[in-house]
């Protein structure tokens, strides 16, 4: 399949600094990636959907102004998240969707990003 | 809205064992249905999917069957390994592949460890 990489896989802050998480299609071109985000034995909850060149669209109750999304290539997402606090200590994992070839159309997720804020 | 309800682990089975991870949903419509499996340290991976009532995904021996009359989409396996140690995702979708609603909503993860 198709290849999705996050960096970092672990990180830890400091409260109140930022952070920033990217999300790489290592061989293919997403059209569309999407954040989610997974608390300890909970399921994974979609954040935003972003597509190349645009503005993310934000799910209910996720602050865009708290998670900066910029989607500025079709092989490369960020996730920035601003001023962290302790409560937004997760697992944050993305997912491509691939926009042509053997795989077009299809999803792939990353390995994940555990943030971890002091 | 939609929700995905699986069963709560863990699970800890012995190899050869047969395996079952109960999975219902809530949609309006006719969703398409998934299991996810992620390995340790490895990011989700897509393990079967059936699109439509009665239609049955099957993967690496794993099978799930769409039975919209119970709404569920039961995972099974007649004789597990220890290699299929892992959390298990049951996930729903709304919207066709090619339009531009590709949203999933997950179950919240089934941890199956196999024993030699």
């Known amino acids: 399949g198709a290849v999705v990489s996050q960096h970092p896989s672990w990180v830890i802050c400091k409260s109140g600094t930022s952070v920033k998480i990217e999300c790489r299609s290592l061989d293919f071109q997403a059209t569309t990636m999407f954040w989610y985000r997974q608390f300890p034995k909970q399921s994974l909850m979609l954040m935003a959907t972003?597509?190349?060149?645009?503005?993310?669209?934000?799910e209910q109750g996720v602050e865009k102004d708290k998670f900066l999304i910029n989607h500025a290539s079709l092989t490369l997402s960020t996730l920035t998240v601003t001023s962290a606090h302790p409560e937004d200590s997760s697992f944050y994992i993305c997912?491509?969707?691939?926009?042509?070839?053997?795989?077009?159309?299809?999803?792939?997720f990353g390995e994940g990003s555990r943030l971890t804020v002091l | 809205g939609d929700s995905v309800t699986q069963m709560e682990g863990p699970v800890t089975l012995s190899e050869e064992a047969f395996l079952t991870i109960n999975c219902t949903y809530t949609a309006t419509g006719y969703p398409s249905l998934f299991w996810y499996v992620q390995y340790p340290g490895e990011g989700l991976q897509l393990l079967l999917k059936a699109t439509k009532a009665d239609d049955k995904g099957s993967n690496k021996g794993f099978e799930a069957t769409y039975r919209k009359e119970t709404t569920s989409f039961h995972l099974e396996k007649g004789s597990v390994q220890v290699s299929d140690s892992a959390v298990y995702f049951c996930a729903l979708r709304r919207g066709n592949s090619g339009g531009s609603n590709y949203k999933l909503t997950f179950g919240k993860g089934t941890l199956l460890t196999v024993n030699p």
């Open positions: 972003s597509n190349e060149g645009s503005k993310a669209t934000y």
């Open positions: 997912s491509a969707r691939v926009k042509a070839g053997v795989y077009t159309g299809e999803l792939f």
